[in-house]
């Protein structure tokens, strides 16, 4: 297997470096072969006594050799001298007999006729490969030259074209980041007609714009030469004001979203799969920076292989039992008293000390391994719900809420178990409500039916719109951390929190604030009317025996008259 991906490389570079070859040492390189083959050939005949005998024949291979690298005009020609050649050679080499006119014309005229039907058939066969050719490199909807084009072209360039006082080849990736809005809106061909009007805007960049090539449904390259970093840097600003411009597809005026990553060729030894590589990853980083472009940094693919090895870490660290649920309590804020807990997972490595959640989870929750994440959260919490009597709260991410799977898992969970439904909360951020609100209604529903309190989490920090608290079927709001801190020194800070709370209390929900790290924030609270708080002024997260531990010294030191149990030595509170 891997021979035979070595020879198949191998002899794809030795084609990409023929074709980069200039095409007239390529005629040259082949004249010289046909030429020696018409000489060897004759010389044979010679030796071999004349052309009494079969070997004239052997003339048919460069005739044929010729068919197949310039169709039958070459075949014609090549024959037509071969038969000259024949004409010169005697009959007899021995007796010195020479042969007849009648036999040279026909056996030129074999030659011919030959030469002429071998040529024919490789120019239907080159017909055929070219039209072949042509469909692989073309996308069969938009008619854009594809990704194999972008292959070929780019390993063309790069052996043909160096680079140019500091400019070389350039790659820009441009992705129509809102194209599912549009083919929503106006059927799948969208999608090819805003491809190919895009691809004809593209023609304005210049001459330095060498090809315009269709990734995918969603996705153009762009291909640049001679280019150095600044004008690549302003040929993509160019591209962004482009896609600005209103569109007219299908008789509809459209404004795209353009998100683009860019890279140069910095190395002789660079390929197009690297350099394509490269401009994927500068392109998902623009998307996660939330930028129109950026440029290609070693740093982001450094960053990419240690995402995929800690997701591998993760996944093992599941398998091994190294994730673990600690526990951070919620304070009733009218009486002091603990009025259940949040399950936040952690991480405990092979050296023994713990990962922080936030340099794992924002990229589990990317991927499907969210789900056994999920599920050994929900199931530890359950377990310690039903040991402690209290309620806890757990976290869903987007992806759980649209998991079918796991919610029916849930259910079976709450109705074979001796577990009240009610000390359950599933905790769901603005943002993962909004991905698909009708689908979240549904989930959300789904999961009060089991009898499960659910709240939303982060609130206001997603939307400035709180319209569609009214459909959701939720009983509790969590606010921020962000509007707890400075509520001490800032009048209108203490008012933003007056009317989060207010909002809640008018929808009758349950509302929590998070991030509680001071007396005075404490105090300002509950003067407010929040219903609850936890942060590190009560507890840090902590594993199950030590909250039950906290909750009893808590209960006894709250009998003494003292309402606070202030947790020292805390981590920073971005670990939580």
């Not at 570079?13 to 020696?36: D, F, K, N, Y």
């Not at 459209?254 to 002789?268: F, I, P």
């Not at 509007?483 to 989060?500: I, W």
Request: hydrophobic share 45%.
């Amino acid at each position: 297997m891997v021979l035979k991906g070595s020879s198949s490389g191998s002899r794809q570079t030795l084609e990409s470096r023929w074709q980069a070859c200039p095409a007239a040492l390529r005629h040259l390189l082949r004249g010289i072969v046909l030429t020696a083959l018409l000489a060897l050939g004759a010389a044979l005949v010679y030796v071999t006594g004349g052309t009494r005998y079969a070997y004239p024949y052997l003339m048919l291979i460069p005739v044929l050799l010729a068919g197949a690298w310039y169709t039958w005009k070459g075949s014609l020609t090549v024959a037509f001298a071969a038969g000259l050649l024949m004409a010169v050679m005697p009959l007899s080499v021995a007796t010195g007999e020479s042969q007849t006119m009648l036999n040279w014309l026909i056996r030129l005229g074999l030659f011919l006729v030959i030469g002429g039907f071998a040529g024919g058939l490789f120019e239907r066969l080159q017909q055929s490969r070219i039209s072949m050719e042509l469909a692989a490199r073309t996308d069969p909807r938009a008619g854009l030259p594809n990704d194999i084009a972008l292959e070929s072209d780019l390993t063309r360039w790069l052996w043909r074209h160096p680079r140019q006082d500091g400019r070389t080849v350039g790659l820009v990736l441009v992705r129509l980041d809102d194209l599912d809005d549009v083919v929503e809106a106006l059927g799948a061909d969208a999608s090819d007609a805003l491809a190919v009007a895009m691809s004809e805007r593209f023609s304005r960049l210049g001459p330095n714009l060498a090809g315009c090539y269709r990734l995918n449904d969603a996705e153009l390259m762009l291909l640049f030469w001679p280019v150095a970093r600044e004008e690549l840097e302003r040929l993509a600003l160019r591209v962004v004001e482009l896609g600005e411009d209103n569109l007219v597809v299908l008789g509809v005026p459209l404004r795209v979203q353009l998100v683009l990553g860019s890279t140069l060729q910095q190395h002789e030894q660079d390929t197009p799969g690297s350099l394509i590589r490269e401009a994927r990853i500068a392109m998902l980083a623009a998307s996660e920076k939330h930028r129109s472009h950026c440029h290609f940094q070693p740093s982001f693919a450094r960053r990419s292989v240690q995402n995929v090895k800690l997701i591998a870490r993760v996944r093992r660290g599941l398998e091994l039992g190294e994730f673990e649920l600690h526990y951070q309590p919620k304070v009733r804020l009218r009486d002091g008293r603990i009025n259940g807990c949040e399950g936040l997972i952690r991480w405990r490595d092979e050296s023994g000390s713990l990962v922080s959640p936030g340099l794992f989870m924002p990229k589990v929750e990317n991927t499907t391994l969210i789900a056994p994440v999920t599920r050994f959260v929900l199931n530890e919490a359950c377990d310690f719900a039903m040991r402690y009597g209290n309620r806890v709260s757990i976290n869903f991410s987007v992806r759980n809420l649209m998991d079918d799977v796991l919610l029916e898992e849930l259910r079976q969970r709450v109705q074979e178990t001796d577990m009240d439904p009610a000390l359950l909360e599933i905790e769901i951020t603005e943002s993962a409500l909004m991905h698909d609100l009708f689908a979240a209604k549904l989930a959300l529903e789904r999961m009060c039916g089991f009898g499960i309190h659910v709240s939303v989490d982060d609130f206001g920090t997603g939307f400035s719109s709180f319209e569609y608290l009214r459909h959701l079927p939720i009983t509790g709001l969590k606010i921020d951390r962000a509007f707890v801190s400075g509520m001490e020194q800032d009048v209108r800070a203490r008012k933003l929190m007056a009317c989060l709370i207010e909002v809640g209390h008018a929808l009758n929900l349950e509302v929590t604030a998070e991030g509680v790290e001071t007396e005075p924030q404490h105090h300002i609270l509950r003067e407010l009317g929040c219903d609850q708080a936890q942060g590190f002024l009560y507890a840090k997260a902590m594993p199950g025996d030590d909250l039950l531990l906290w909750c009893r010294e808590r209960e006894r030191r709250l009998r003494q008259g003292d309402p606070f149990v202030t947790a020292r030595n805390q981590r920073p509170a971005s670990f939580r």
